[in-house]
């Protein structure tokens, strides 16, 4: 029997300087991608494990990050299993981030306890839903948005709020990019590849 991955969507809310909980993230393996978000948390990541033992290890070491070696960098640290990826982008890359100007990006949480159907309807024939995850946890669903212009964002809320169902809607502005897929940029903006155990399973 083949070996289940645990994949998790993992929000992280820090203070203080990043710079320390950046470098070990980015040089983490079990990190795939990273997001800066703007609102309750700093950072969204994807993480996939083989085990839950290495999950229980990668938690213990991000909460013993520290700031000036005494003060703990992490505040919050929120994870949720990825039960079903409904929508995933294909072909897309660190440099098609990079590239991507005048364009808006969200990941957006939402609480829908009962009836999917609706939602999931309007998710997947969305043209600025990009990813469409359904997580354990606090939130039903977790989607990545890229759009040309807030209108479009506004259009897609309404139809959303419309279904009865729904509890809770939280949005996350990103605001950078830090690694994606395995894939992050040196201090001359040239792509590093992890040389071994690249881990190629990801949800974003």
Not at 116 to 142: C, F, N, P, R
């Amino acid at each position: 029997m083949a070996k289940e991955v645990i994949h998790a969507i993992v929000l992280i809310h820090n203070w203080g300087d990043d710079a320390e909980i950046l470098n070990v993230m980015k040089n983490n393996r079990h990190i795939i991608s990273i997001f800066h978000v703007m609102g309750r948390h700093s950072y969204l990541i994807d993480v996939n494990f083989d085990t839950m033992e290495q999950l229980g290890s990668w938690i213990t070491l991000m909460k013993s990050v520290k700031m000036n070696g005494q003060i703990p960098a992490v505040l919050s640290l929120k994870t949720q299993r990825v039960i079903d990826v409904h929508k995933q982008k294909d072909n897309f890359s660190l440099d098609d981030y990079l590239k991507m100007n005048k364009r808006h990006h969200f990941f957006v949480e939402i609480d829908n306890p009962h009836h999917d159907e609706a939602v999931l309807k309007i998710l997947m024939e969305s043209s600025i839903v990009y990813s469409v995850l359904h997580v354990q946890g606090e939130a039903s669903y977790t989607i990545e948005i890229i759009t040309g212009t807030y209108d479009d964002y506004r259009e897609f809320l309404k139809k959303v709020k419309n279904i009865s169902t729904i509890h809770h809607i939280e949005t996350m502005e990103v605001i950078s990019v830090q690694k994606y897929r395995n894939k992050l940029l040196d201090d001359k903006g040239n792509y590093i590849v992890p040389e071994t155990d690249i881990r190629e399973i990801y949800t974003l």
